[in-house]
């Protein structure tokens, strides 16, 4: 399984990011997928989820109303749209493939990209 993610980078606070996730390797359109979010000496935390066929969402309140997660099955890549971004949220920002085709629990990740650095500047 290969997940890559791109799109991140600085942007200034409440700006906007755009993040994507390629997948290989795995029946992409069958798996819940999520992404999730490192900041330095801080625990890996969930930031949005999206069930096999995009018709359940899943985000954290710190994330509720700001970030948008999509999917296209046709593309294998999932996306996050990160909207009114705080210095808060710069962290590493992984992609990662359920053992479901929906979300249920975090633990239920198993595969994980390489990640991408979102830094927001105050």
């Known amino acids: 399984v290969q997940l890559q993610a791109s799109g991140g980078g600085l942007v200034q606070s409440g700006g906007s990011l755009r993040l994507s996730c390629a997948a290989s390797g795995l029946p992409f359109s069958s798996y819940a997928m999520g992404w999730f979010r490192q900041a330095p000496g801080k625990e890996r935390e969930l930031v949005a989820a999206?069930?096999?066929?995009?018709?359940?969402?899943y985000y954290p309140d710190s994330a509720k109303g700001r970030f948008t997660i999509s999917r296209d099955n046709t593309k294998n890549t999932v996306y996050l749209q990160m909207n009114s971004l705080k210095p808060e949220d710069t962290a590493v920002y992984y992609c990662a493939a359920s053992t479901l085709n929906y979300y249920n629990d975090y633990r239920d990740f198993r595969s994980w990209g390489q990640g991408t650095l979102v830094t927001v500047s105050s």
């Open positions: 999206i069930s096999w066929n995009g018709g359940s969402l």
